[in-house]
């Protein structure tokens, strides 16, 4: 969900912009990642949790709707975001 959301913005800021244009801001988006897994120069691998509300997992319970948990690390250390960013494999959750 995470990825995903990030290949919308792209895709929105790249549209009418050209291929070049498209292709730094996956590129952007691709070093930016490679920050939080911890394999960007000497910076450490950083935690990536939602913050939901205290009355999110309520309010979508009610709903039938899913939520996230504040318990959740997208970026866990397991896997790393930036190479899922760059097989578009955008299943984050």
Known sequence: M????????????????TAEAAD???????????IFD????DLPGFTLTPCPHPDD????RE?????WPDDVDIADGQRHLHEMWAKKDWSDR
């Open 2 to 17: 995470f990825l995903d959301y990030l290949r919308m913005l792209v895709e929105h800021a790249a549209t009418g912009q």
């Open 24 to 34: 730094r801001m996956d590129t952007l988006v691709f070093s930016i990642l490679n």
């Open 38 to 41: 911890g394999t960007a120069g």
């Open 57 to 60: 997992a309520a309010f979508c």
């Open 63 to 67: 709903e039938g709707e899913n939520w």
